[in-house]
């Protein structure tokens, strides 16, 4: 009888701690909170939230002390009182003692919640520096895309990084003007939320361009209160945001507006005469079940005038200073309006859909003049490049949990239209003297991957594969009758990822991957299907550790090996094989919270880069950078006080194949002051401010003057800013 009741007293035991609690974490305003940390005291067990606030945890009864920790909130501690209970937490300043890195895959996104919280972000072009090692270059003033540099890449604007806003893709394939080619700039950066990102191939949901990486960002769901604010700078530089909360005070829905307007002229000696404006609204519902409904609609629109690149010798010589032009008649226009439409729902306690559906209507008219008078000497070599596009795409993920796995099914499309795409010999703009190409243009990607998580205690295994299909169309309109060019091709990408967690502050991974990016449908058609979608294998083993509660510091070795291409260089509508090439390298990042209001932060990035199918001292990748740098310090709301000082270095590398012409290297540092009073902010900010002269974007091009009776290869380059001031003021209500 007594070993019978002992028996029953242990199943009882055993019983009541083999409960799964679950529950909620979510802020003042009832919205959920994204991977707080869960520890139950008495048994240590532990859980992190989802997209929903919703967790659970095993070996939790009624009575246990629970633990609760998340970034920019206050530590809380609560006495578990029945099922299906909700935490409210309260903001807090933040406080790198907060962070706990997470078991996942894409871990590495805690450095940018890190940076968008400590460094708030105002230009386009400031959130993309938040990708650690991610370097950008303009040079068109604001009005391309982009210039993109990432681990030894020079990426063009986006032929290897996949970029991505609320599940829109942002690359645009078979471009215009060059192959995934991604402008950002229809993003106002006072809408940023979260900036998801990971380098190499190793992601089953990120597909075409996601060799290098890809970056996905998240625009706020809600905005606290309403804004307006103006700022004004040198070079007649105008700046002004509008953001109205239309639903205030309502936990369950959230509705806002946003638009933001510019002008300047920039430092060019002939005026930029740059204008971009946005409008972006957004509205949330979360329903009953915590499912989550949101409608985004957003209209772009830029013009510009530019000055183009211009040769060293001019520079050299005195013909021009570096401010100068020789055809200030480039420029362009473009814009691009989206509708999205995503759902967010549990299904049950262990499964949960995320699905997206997305339109765009994108217009791009750019003129440009790199060579001169090299192959016209009569009338120079202005080319237009222009295009006229539709986009339609679905994306849909269902993860699924089984006791110490989890699964993600994931399928969607991706559909290109586009009309009169055009490469065309221009004169002073108004005048064609030339069609070189023309046609229209439809591309098709129909994905799907399956994702699967081992939980085996301290290591979680990741093995996944991702499929694509893709159909190529292309009509070209100067042939001299009507023919349809098509090709098709299917791609299976195999990845495998071991992430070991010795504790909540250290973590070890070895990540390996393929991966792939698209080419042009031009080029796809040319080599009718060969070759045509070039293979892309990495691998990472890297570490994000903290050896004291305020430092955070990640590093890793990786390598990236990229099968032969084809690439067309819609510049000259032809088509180059590139070979190839390997690439491997060491990254490093720090980040420190010196005192509760200062906060240091670092990043080291070295590349060897070099083609693999080229002799040696011929076989430099041009405009690889083999080193990068960012760095800085920031202040964050000490007395009402705010901002910071940041650098970044980018070291001479090779423009050429053998490394005869040398892109020059450069160090720029930017600062910012911002004071909050009430609800007014008053705000300073200063780029470059020793006035370095610097060029940001540099090429080795051949090139001709009208008077010159040869050509001469040389570096080609847009000038960096000079030392830019400019002034704020903003007002919340």
């Not at 299906?84 to 309260?90: C, P, Q, R, V, W």
């Not at 004169?427 to 046609?439: I, Q």
């Not at 693999?612 to 310090?633: H, K, R």
């Not at 006080?641 to 930017?670: C, M, Q, T, W």
């Amino acid at each position: 009888m007594k070993t019978l009741s002992l028996l029953f007293c242990s199943l009882f035991v055993l019983s009541s701690y083999s409960q799964v609690q679950r529950g909620f974490v979510k802020d003042a305003n009832g919205s959920p909170i994204e991977n707080a940390y869960v520890i139950n005291l008495n048994s240590q067990s532990h859980a992190h939230t989802n997209e929903f606030g919703s967790f659970s945890m095993d070996k939790t009864n009624k009575g246990d002390m629970l633990t609760i920790t998340a970034l920019g909130y206050k530590k809380t501690n609560v006495t578990l009182q029945s099922n299906d209970f909700t935490i409210i937490l309260e903001d807090a300043i933040y406080n790198l003692e907060q962070v706990v890195i997470q078991s996942k895959l894409n871990a590495m996104n805690l450095i940018s919640k890190i940076d968008l919280q400590t460094t708030p972000v105002n230009s386009s072009q400031e959130i993309l520096r938040k990708v650690p090692g991610l370097f950008i270059g303009q040079h068109a003033g604001g009005g391309k895309a982009e210039q993109l540099f990432l681990r030894g890449f020079d990426i063009d604007h986006g032929t290897d990084i996949a970029i991505a806003v609320d599940g829109i893709p942002v690359n645009m394939v078979s471009h215009a003007h060059g192959q995934g080619y991604a402008d950002l700039h229809f993003v106002i950066p006072e809408t940023v939320e979260k900036i998801d990102f990971g380098k190499g191939t190793y992601y089953a949901n990120k597909g075409d361009f996601a060799t290098a990486g890809y970056v996905a960002f998240q625009t706020k769901e809600r905005v606290e209160n309403s804004s307006l604010s103006l700022e004004a700078g040198q070079f007649n530089t105008l700046r002004t945001v509008g953001i109205f909360n239309l639903l205030d005070k309502n936990k369950t829905q959230n509705a806002y507006l946003a638009t933001e307007y510019i002008l300047t002229d920039g430092p060019f000696d002939s005026p930029q005469d740059f204008s971009r404006i946005n409008l972006f609204g957004k509205y949330t519902s979360i329903m009953a079940d915590n499912s989550k409904l949101s409608v985004l609609v957003s209209r772009f629109s830029s013009k510009w005038n530019a000055s183009g690149q211009i040769p060293q010798r001019l520079i050299a010589n005195g013909t021009l200073s570096r401010f100068g032009a020789v055809d200030d008649t480039e420029g362009g226009n473009t814009s691009r309006t989206n509708i999205n439409v995503a759902l967010s729902k549990p299904i049950n306690e262990n499964t949960v859909l995320k699905a997206n559906v997305f339109y765009s209507k994108y217009d791009f008219e750019l003129y440009s003049n790199f060579t001169f008078f090299l192959e016209d000497p009569i009338h120079g070599d202005q080319i237009r490049q222009k295009e006229n596009r539709d986009v339609y795409g679905f994306n849909s993920e269902l993860r699924k949990k089984y006791a110490n796995s989890d699964f993600q099914f994931g399928c969607g499309f991706r559909a290109d239209a586009t009309k009169n795409t055009e490469l065309s010999h221009t004169l002073g703009r108004y005048t064609t003297l030339e069609n070189l190409k023309l046609g229209d243009i439809d591309e098709t990607n129909l994905f799907s991957f399956v994702n699967a998580e081992f939980d085996f205690g301290k290591l979680k295994i990741n093995p996944a594969l991702r499929l694509d299909y893709f159909k190529f169309d292309y009509q070209d309109k100067l042939m001299p009758k009507y023919t349809t060019q098509n090709e098709n091709k299917v791609k299976f990408s195999p990845k495998l990822n071991f992430i070991y967690s010795e504790n909540n502050n250290l973590q070890w991974y070895l990540k390996s991957g393929f991966g792939f990016h698209s080419n042009d449908t031009r080029v796809v058609v040319a080599q009718t299907g060969k070759e045509i979608l070039p293979t892309a294998i990495g691998s990472d083993l890297g570490t994000i550790f903290k050896p004291f509660p305020k430092l955070v510091i990640n590093a890793a070795l990786w390598y990236l090996y990229l099968q032969q291409e084809f690439v067309y260089v819609g510049d000259a509508g032809i088509v180059e094989p590139s070979g190839k090439s390997k690439r491997m390298g060491f990254d490093f990042g720090l980040r420190y919270q010196l005192t509760n209001w200062l906060f240091l932060d670092t990043d080291l990035n070295y590349t060897y880069a070099r083609s693999s199918d080229a002799p040696m001292g011929q076989n430099f990748i041009p405009l690889a950078p083999d080193f990068t740098s960012t760095g800085g310090l920031s202040v964050n709301k000490i007395k009402g006080f705010s901002g910071g000082i940041h650098y970044r270095y980018l070291k001479s590398r090779p423009a050429n194949e053998d490394n005869s012409i040398v892109a020059k290297g450069y160090l720029v540092s930017d600062m910012n002051v911002n004071y909050e009073y009430n609800n007014f902010v008053f705000g300073v900010a200063a780029d470059n401010i020793f006035n370095t002269k610097w060029n940001e974007t540099q090429f080795a091009t051949e090139s001709r003057l009208q008077n010159e009776t040869k050509s001469v290869e040389e570096i080609h380059f847009t000038p960096g800013t000079p030392f830019f001031l400019k002034v704020k003021m903003g007002y919340k209500f």
